[in-house]
């Protein structure tokens, strides 16, 4: 059984875009003009792909929360401290 994988359009065009460079229908500067990337950039997507598929371009960041989220207690905490401070806030 094959696993389901989520893209984002953008991904599904990088897809499109290593594979016709895979059969050589484009050399490497211009897939990096087509998707506004590097050359070094293709190279590095072109081996993800050529490793692990479409898998291999799919951002490793989907579903995690961002760094710059603090945590609900830090938040509550804030909340809380401004209401009582700064009640006309």
Avoid at 22 to 45: F, H, N, T, Y
């Amino acid at each position: 059984m094959k696993d389901i994988i989520i893209m984002s359009n953008r991904e599904l065009h990088r897809v499109e875009i290593l594979q016709k460079l895979i059969d050589k229908q484009l050399i490497e500067p211009e897939a990096a003009e087509q998707l506004s990337l590097s050359v070094r950039q293709i190279r590095r997507l072109k081996k993800a792909y050529k490793a692990n598929g479409a898998k291999g371009v799919v951002s490793k960041k989907r579903g995690k929360p961002s760094n710059h989220k603090y945590p609900d207690a830090v938040k509550k905490l804030s909340l809380a401290y401004i209401q009582e401070y700064y009640i006309d806030f």
